[in-house]
């Protein structure tokens, strides 16, 4: 393959399977070729995931989006009181998880606002009624920022407060929550917020727990390059430290009724970029999500050739990116995925939530 000067001995270097530096990645961001990045991409994901593009049969559940954060980039959360703000009871929940496909799915995945008043055993009645209710399902419940929320009003500190889930149906953790690890940008988009170092001592903690977890990073606010970059390197460090990682999943931001709303949305050139550049430097992950509710399905669908090799789910309700503006559906039947996939050359494989089972479809 030919590639443009600017990435020769990055080229070389993901030949021989060699990991790539903080320099290499600052690089590949100031590159104009984004085909040749792709390309790269694509050889480190094909050499860990062959042809095989999975998806998984999901739905998710938002049970509050009352806040105590109000994070700059989020237009989903609201203050107790405020007009459209809800706290959904236990018996809402189980019809919610119940009314696509009478609950007969292969994972929930859970997250919400960190609700001022809502007890600890609140969510363990959640995880319990959810558990009692559809037993083969997993429960991926709780950002890491969910976690230090809950470790706080248990009182029981981090260690407990996790096994005290998991005794009640915890399964595995989100991704969400990282946004950028950057404390400078950090504090300009979510100043409220645990700090990166907290949000990767939770993950660090509830991997030693033997919970696995998703990583995110949200990109197109403020972040810089060297922001992005940072944080892959810390997220690589500590999936060298634990292994406990399942996937990656870049997260374009989405402005829309948020107080960022000046900024303007990603494009499909950015979205793809932070996608392969991830695949390119996250060379201890097995999995790179390209999350089709914030691409959009027709970047995530390309994205299959950019180093992705997971599209997410069905998902059926999503209300945090689309209270931002997304003009995604909130759900995609199975056969949508499929076909996205196999149009692309790729095949489709339906998978659980710790890529245990697969099965080709
Ligand atoms: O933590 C909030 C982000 C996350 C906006 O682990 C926004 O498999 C864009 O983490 N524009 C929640 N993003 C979603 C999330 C997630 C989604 C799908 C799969 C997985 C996984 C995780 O959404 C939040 C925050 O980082 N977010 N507001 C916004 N305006
Ligand atoms: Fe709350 Fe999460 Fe929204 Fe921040 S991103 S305001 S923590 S719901």
Known sequence: MKLHPSLESIGQK???GE?????????????????????????????????????????HINPTNICKNRCKFCAFSKT?????????????????????????VSEFHIVGGLHPDLPFRFYEDMLKALKRRF???????????????????????????????????????????????????????????????????IMETAHGLGIRTNATMLYGHLESMEDCVDHLLRLRELQDKTGGFLAFIPLAFHPKNTDLETVRSTTGQLDLRVLSISRLMLDNFDHIKAYWIMMGPKISQLSLLFGADD???????????????AETEEFTAKQTLMD??????????????????MVKV
Request: with cysteine; glycine share 12%; proline share 4%.
């Open 14 to 16: 993901v030949g021989k």
């Open 19 to 59: 990991r790539l530096s903080h320099e290499d990645g600052l690089s590949l961001f100031r590159s104009p070729d984004l085909l040749s990045i792709g390309a790269l991409a694509n050889i480190v994901r094909e050499r860990k995931n062959g042809n095989r593009a999975y998806f998984i049969n999901n739905r």
């Open 80 to 104: 107790s009181g405020e007009e459209g703000a809800y706290t959904m009871g236990l018996e809402e929940i189980l019809k919610a998880a119940s009314d696509y496909n009478n609950g007969n």
């Open 135 to 201: 037993p083969a399902v997993h429960i991926q419940a709780f950002t890491a920022v969910e976690i230090a929320y809950l470790a706080e009003i248990s009182h029981l500190g981090l260690g407990k407060t996790l096994g005290r889930l998991r005794e009640a149906g915890l399964g595995s953790m989100p991704g969400g929550g990282a946004e950028i690890f950057s404390p400078s940008t950090r504090k300009k988009i979510c100043p409220e917020k645990i700090t990166g170092d907290e949000w990767l001592q």
């Open 311 to 325: 599209m997410d789910g069905t998902v059926v309700e999503e209300k945090i990116t689309h209270a931002a503006g």
């Open 340 to 357: 996205l996939i196999r149009e692309t050359g790729r095949e489709p494989y339906e998978r659980d939530t710790l890529y245990q089972k």
